[in-house]
């Protein structure tokens, strides 16, 4: 059984491993100064060839140092984001058109099933 990826960071908390599936809860606030954590942990899955779930339902602040992390973990391999998506981030999705790129799910239980099959 492999590690699971750990964070020191209280606003980015990995969940144990579900069938292949790592699954990140973001809370707070996760910005250029805290984003370096998200990055790690989403590298690190997807170099152990695990699928993605990132939990931003939580989620207080994020900017666009947050999206750039995600569009880079999407290009990396299978990712869902599950929401629901903070308003302030949802526009910052929107605006950019990141919302037609990420898989979005409106919650962490669809963000899971959305890998079966």
Do not use: K, W, Y
């Amino acid at each position: 059984m492999q590690d699971e990826p750990r964070s020191e960071n209280p606003q980015v908390r990995v969940l144990p491993d579900r069938s292949g599936t790592q699954v990140v809860l973001l809370s707070g606030e996760v910005d250029a100064d805290s984003v370096s954590e998200v990055a790690r942990v989403l590298a690190d899955g997807a170099r152990a060839g695990r699928r993605r779930v990132v939990d931003i339902s939580s989620l207080e602040f994020g900017d666009s140092a947050l999206l750039h992390v995600l569009l880079r973990a999407h290009a990396a391999g299978p990712l869902v984001i599950a929401g629901p998506v903070p308003s302030g981030f949802g526009q910052i999705l929107h605006v950019t058109g990141a919302d037609t790129v990420l898989r979005l799910a409106p919650g962490l239980s669809s963000a899971l099933d959305g890998f079966d099959g």
